[in-house]
Nanobody
């Protein structure tokens, strides 16, 4: 059974930074592509960034140059470093192992002055 636990969200001012973490269990982490998604109030969940088992990454255009996804296979954890945060980045952020349908509980990111 896949288990995903996100952490690191919070309240930050525009222009600030946060680092999200997602610990995964129940899968062979090192061979799985992973992704970060987000869902803002009243909107559909959207893909933010992905990282393949080999480390290649892809980003949604709106976060390119500001967000960085990374992984630590020794800790079964992925990260999302978020810089230059904008009000429109406010959402609940979720991680997912791309080959599986399971979701974690998410972590709230609020960007507000």
């Amino acid at each position: 059974q896949v288990r995903l636990v996100e952490s690191g969200g919070g309240l930050v001012q525009p222009g600030g930074s946060l680092r999200l973490s997602c610990a995964a269990s129940g899968i062979i982490f090192s061979i799985n592509g992973m992704g970060w998604y987000r869902q803002a109030p009243g909107k559909q969940r959207e893909l933010v960034a992905t990282i393949a088992s080999g480390g290649s990454t892809n980003y949604q255009d709106s976060v390119k140059g500001r967000f960085t996804i990374s992984r630590d296979n020794a800790k079964n954890t992925i990260y999302l470093e978020m810089n230059s945060l904008k009000v429109e980045d406010t959402a609940v952020y979720y991680c997912r192992a791309l080959a599986f349908a399971s979701w974690g509980q998410g972590t709230q990111v609020t960007v507000s002055s």
